[in-house]
């Protein structure tokens, strides 16, 4: 007896001699099994799970469509969102500046009121001048000069005339002066008031205008995404309802699969894991025909064959002998670590691995790979065996 190294993979034989008749009976076991498996059609089964839905074709493409001009739409909101903040930080900049303004507002009001009272009083004294000139003529002022009883008494007379008409004089020029303060105040309140208006003015229409443009992108980004949602839904209907038929035709074409009542295997979850782990540890390794060593590449039968072996089942190097063996299991009833057979007559096997994909080694100028189970157009088997916990980690040899 024979043992391939590391793999635990056993050759059984007796003596030389025995052999010729070995290969014979597995000939007549293969023509057998062809000429079964011929019956059935090749047929896909798309996945019953909407969180597996893979859009294909014109839905595909309008999907595809709608998500480009949603990206677009998306960047667009995106620089409105910067607009925003922007428009933000102007506002925030616009609230300070009218604070200023409104400071500088209540100055020139106080310093207007501070005006019109000196503007009143100078305005009282004023009027009170004009009396007393009005009062005083020239025939009083020249009895107030011919009264004087000396020289300097005239001068003195003279000179409080004088002080008289210059205080009038600076009287009248400091009421011009206030009046042309209150005039420049006036002016300054009016310009700063003018400013605050413009100013609010620019930043609510600016506010105003970005508004707008986003809502229409909201509203358009959400039409796009109630688009998507419809074409996804619809898809979701037909797949389901091709699945459906398929399903109905594969059990009417593989009755011996579908119909199937008899025990499945128990297998344990953590031995399904490991299972799956032993063959992730092969993703990546290429493609070889007729290989199945991960040293020199394996195709898709040498790849399942290694994997099972360290977990305790023999399987023949021949996708149809490895799905005529094991439990028969039903699409509904498939878990990680069955066995998946495509073809008519089944040419290709892999490993399920849950949530509706399955590793396997596709073909030559590929390596061993992860597929989704729906995109194949020709499953035909899934078997179960009762595998066991593989002792130490995948074998590399």
């Not at 005006?115 to 003529?137: C, H, I, M, N, S």
Request: proline share 4%; charged share 25%.
């Amino acid at each position: 007896m024979s043992e391939a190294k590391g793999s635990g993979v056993r050759c059984s034989g007796t003596r030389a001699a025995a052999w010729p008749l070995r290969w014979l009976l597995l000939a007549l076991l293969g023509c057998m099994l062809i000429l079964a498996v011929s019956a059935a059609t090749a047929v896909a089964l798309p996945s019953s799970n909407a969180s597996e839905l893979v859009l294909q074709g014109d839905a595909k493409t309008q999907v595809d469509s709608l998500e480009t001009q949603a990206a677009e739409i998306q960047a667009q909101i995106e620089q409105l969102d910067r607009d925003i903040e922007k428009m933000t930080e102007r506002y925030n900049e616009g609230t300070i500046r009218l604070n200023e303004i409104n400071g500088h507002l209540v100055e020139l009001r106080r310093s207007e009121a501070v005006a019109k009272e000196r503007y009143r009083r100078q305005e009282e004294a004023v009027g009170d001048r004009l009396v007393a000139a009005y009062k005083a003529t020239d025939n009083n002022v020249l009895q107030i000069l011919l009264a004087t009883e000396s020289f300097n008494d005239l001068v003195n007379r003279l000179i409080v005339i004088a002080r008289l008409a210059i205080h009038d004089q600076d009287l009248a020029q400091e009421l011009r002066e206030t009046a042309q303060e209150l005039s420049s105040i006036e002016d300054a309140i009016r310009e700063e008031k003018e400013a605050e208006l413009v100013l609010r003015g620019t930043l609510e229409a600016d506010a105003a205008v970005i508004e707008e443009r986003l809502a229409e992108r909201v509203a358009v980004l959400e039409g796009l995404d109630q688009q998507v949602a419809a074409i996804i839904e619809q898809e979701r209907i037909r797949q389901e309802e091709e699945r459906r038929r398929l399903e109905g035709e594969l059990r009417s074409r593989l009755p011996n699969w579908v119909m199937y009542t008899g025990p499945l295997p128990q297998i344990d979850d953590a031995v399904a894991s490991q299972l799956v782990e032993t063959a992730a540890a092969y993703l990546g390794i290429p493609y070889l025909w007729a290989g199945s060593r991960p040293t020199t590449g394996m195709d898709c039968s040498g790849f399942v064959l290694y994997v099972f072996a360290q977990h305790g089942v023999v399987l023949p190097h021949f996708a149809a002998y490895q799905c005529a063996m094991g439990t028969p299991v039903t699409l509904p009833d498939i878990q990680a670590g069955d066995i998946v057979g495509f073809g008519e007559p089944i040419h290709h096997v892999g490993i399920y691995i849950g949530d509706g994909l399955f590793m396997h080694a596709p073909h030559t100028g590929d390596v061993i790979r992860i597929s989704r189970l729906a995109e194949r157009t020709d499953l035909t088997a899934i078997r179960r065996f009762p595998i066991q916990a593989r002792s130490g980690p995948p074998a590399l040899d």
